[in-house]
């Protein structure tokens, strides 16, 4: 790309409350799955696959947000 192109100028923003909404949501969901995994382990017809897919989205949730709130 040559420097004589006229391209528009484009500012990319981010929403503060947007932001805080999808940390909000992202937090929610990993504390539910971790909730749900380890209460899990104390039932009685509760599958291992349930738990590790609890885990799984506990540890999903968890990089996502981190990953958001991080910038």
Do not use: D, H
């Not at 100028?9 to 380890?38: E, H, M, P, Q």
């Amino acid at each position: 790309m040559s420097v004589g192109q006229n391209l528009p100028n484009i500012t990319i923003g981010y929403s503060r409350g947007r932001l805080l909404v999808f940390f909000g949501a992202g937090l929610l969901l990993t504390l539910l799955c971790a909730a749900l995994a380890f209460m899990w382990q104390q039932g009685k017809n509760i599958t291992t696959s349930e738990v590790a897919a609890c885990y799984v989205g506990a540890v999903f949730f968890g990089l996502a947000t981190s990953g958001c709130s991080g910038g």
